[in-house]
């Protein structure tokens, strides 16, 4: 129990900052690392065997797991960070898995995290990589090509499922967060 304790507050000051949507962002990404060993997992349970290729996404864990660090250098980076590699992540699975598993769902929360970890004044950055997050579901849905793995119909039906599900859940957790971090802002609290 003293270590479970040791782990909370070790991940807790690691994804800490003076700025709350900074804080936001770092959990969120800390969420994702610790959400990343079970992808493979649930896409075996829900979907059936794909012969490995879901252990993929962990190509971008190291990414997601330094974006406190990046943010500690600088908030707005480490901020700008979260979306874009949730981006890079999205078309790698997309590539794996083709655009009938729903995968592309997940640049909706890259979307909404740009709009809402970024700033006015970073307002640029933030419509850049929201273009981006638009970009890259054109691009996954008409140019990425045939999927390194290919599904039954019936297996990209429970997939796009799977996938829906994770993305409505991250939705809420975004929503979440960066409501807590406004009001954080809001109050005075910084």
Same mark, same amino acid.
């Given at each position: 129990?003293? $270590? !479970?304790?040791?782990?909370? =507050?070790?991940?807790?000051? #690691? ?13 969120? =990404?800390?969420?994702?690392? &610790? ?7 649930y896409v075996w349970w829900a979907v059936g065997d794909d012969g490995r290729t879901s252990f993929l996404t962990f190509l971008s864990t190291p990414f ?19 979306? !874009?590699? &949730? ?10 898995? &083709?655009?009938?598993? &729903?995968? =592309? ?15 006015? *004044?970073?307002?640029? !950055?933030?419509?850049?990589? !929201? ?9 996954? *849905? ?10 039954? $119909?019936? $297996? #990209? ?18 929503a979440l967060q960066y409501s807590n971090a406004y009001a954080k802002i809001v109050n005075g609290r910084r």
């Amino acid at each position: 129990m003293r $270590e !479970i304790k040791r782990l909370c =507050a070790a991940i807790a000051a #690691y994804s800490h900052s003076d700025d709350p949507l900074t804080t936001a962002s770092n959990f969120i =990404a800390l969420c994702v690392v &610790g959400n990343q060993p079970f992808y493979p997992l649930y896409v075996w349970w829900a979907v059936g065997d794909d012969g490995r290729t879901s252990f993929l996404t962990f190509l971008s864990t190291p990414f997601f797991l330094a974006i406190p660090w990046v943010a500690r250098r600088s908030s707005r980076a480490g901020r700008a960070m979260l979306p !874009i590699v &949730g981006i890079a992540n999205t078309i790698l699975s997309a590539k794996a898995f &083709g655009f009938a598993s &729903g995968v =592309a769902l997940f640049l909706v929360p890259c979307a909404m995290i740009a709009g809402m970890a970024l700033r006015a *004044q970073e307002r640029k !950055i933030m419509l850049g990589i !929201i273009g981006l997050a638009i970009a890259a579901f054109a691009f996954v *849905q008409n140019k990425l090509g045939v999927p390194l793995h290919i599904f039954s $119909e019936e $297996e #990209y039906a429970r997939f796009l499922s799977l996938n829906a599900w994770s993305v409505a859940a991250l939705t809420g957790l975004v929503a979440l967060q960066y409501s807590n971090a406004y009001a954080k802002i809001v109050n005075g609290r910084r």
